[in-house]
């Protein structure tokens, strides 16, 4: 089946750095990446969905600026939290979407990385 | 926003019993999709139906959906203490081009 890494697993930073998180599709082409924050014990929230080559579409209450999505390639999406606070320390989720011959969409999930901001 | 709503929102459960959760979500969707989700871990795809079916197996699993209702459930029978985790639906809405999760059930089976 089609996987999706996530790169780092855990990430432990100081208040006021960047963190990059990556995203890649190891076996296939996904021309939409999507990115989830989960906080402890609730759902996942939808943070913006990622399309190769253009801008991502961010949900709202989403801060474009603060969270920085770049998906270079058809394989490779990036979210870098600027300036992270310790609110922002949460599971942040990807999932690549592959088209399918029965034209359903289906989404495969990342392991997740883990921000913890001191 | 969240358009899917879940209960229970926790369910505990013996080892052997059935574990029935289900679904309700808003608006017209092309399919709806459960996936599990051990603590701290990413998740794992389910089952998916899609909103002209009415019912899906696999394995252990049951999915049921009423379009008319807005509504699934995901069965779950003869539990083992490995099904311990949190499930939760996505609708993949008409014209939305992404998964909307609901809340979740936190699911613990006890041996």
């Known amino acids: 089946g089609a996987v999706v890494s996530q790169h780092p697993s855990w990430v432990i930073c100081k208040s006021g750095t960047s963190v990059k998180i990556e995203c890649r599709s190891l076996?296939?082409?996904?021309?939409?990446m999507f990115w989830y924050r989960q906080f402890p014990k609730q759902s996942l929230m939808l943070m913006a969905t990622?399309?190769?080559?253009?801008?991502?579409?961010?949900e709202q209450g989403v801060e474009k600026d603060k969270f920085l999505i770049n998906h270079a390639s058809l394989t490779l999406s990036t979210l870098t939290v600027t300036s992270a606070h310790p609110e922002d320390s949460s599971f942040y989720i990807c999932?690549?979407?592959?088209?399918?011959?029965?034209?359903?969409?289906?989404?495969?999930f990342g392991p997740g990385t883990r921000l913890t901001v001191l | 926003s969240q358009q899917g709503e879940e209960d229970p929102q926790a369910l505990s459960i013996q080892e052997g019993e059935n574990a029935t959760m289900n679904c309700s979500y808003k608006?017209?969707?092309?399919?709806l999709q459960w996936y599990r989700q051990n603590s701290g871990r990413g998740l794992v795809h389910l089952i998916l139906?899609?909103?002209?079916?009415r019912e899906k197996h696999s394995g252990r699993l049951r999915v049921t959906l009423d379009t008319s209702k807005k509504s699934s459930s995901l069965l779950i029978t003869a539990s083992r203490a490995a099904d311990t985790a949190s499930y939760f639906c996505?609708?993949?809405?008409?014209?939305?081009?992404?998964?909307?999760f609901g809340q979740g059930t936190r699911l613990t089976i006890n041996p």
């Open positions: 999932s690549a979407r592959v088209k399918t011959p029965l034209a359903t969409d289906t989404q495969y």
């Open positions: 076996d296939f082409q996904a021309t939409t």
């Open positions: 990622s399309n190769e080559g253009s801008k991502a579409t961010y």
């Open positions: 608006t017209s969707i092309n399919n």
């Open positions: 139906i899609r909103s002209n079916e």
């Open positions: 996505a609708t993949d809405a008409r014209g939305a081009q992404k998964l909307v």
